[in-house]
């Protein structure tokens, strides 16, 4: 049984910068690929990260620049680093693993950016 619990989430100014983290439960975080995903009120969720368990990145071009995954496979965690935060950020942040349809999920954090 996998479970992952985001935190990090916050109130912030634009400019400003927050690192949320995933923390996973189960023997096989190391063996999947990680994922970051948001969605924000009448959006679809989208991805914005995600790095392989080979250390390939992608990155959403909305955060391209500005934003950083990166994982601790001993710790079983995964982190976002999220710099120069925009309004436009503000969303419900979710953790992934294995992949959007199939993976597990985490029940999300809320990142609100005033301007």
């Known amino acids: 049984q996998v479970q992952l619990v985001e935190s990090g989430g916050g109130l912030v100014q634009a400019g400003e910068s927050l690192r949320l983290s995933c923390a996973a439960s189960?023997?096989?975080?190391?063996?999947?690929?990680v994922s970051w995903y948001r969605q924000s009120p009448r959006k679809e969720r989208e991805m914005i990260a995600t790095l392989s368990n080979h250390g390939t990145t992608n990155y959403a071009d909305s955060v391209k620049g500005r934003f950083a995954i990166s994982r601790d496979n001993a710790n079983k965690m995964a982190y976002l680093t999220m710099n120069s935060l925009k309004p436009e950020d503000t969303a419900v942040y979710y953790c992934?693993?294995?992949?959007?349809?199939?993976?597990?999920w985490g029940q999300g954090t809320q990142v609100t950016v005033s301007s």
């Open positions: 189960g023997s096989i975080f190391g063996s999947l690929g």
């Open positions: 992934n693993l294995g992949s959007k349809d199939a993976g597990y």
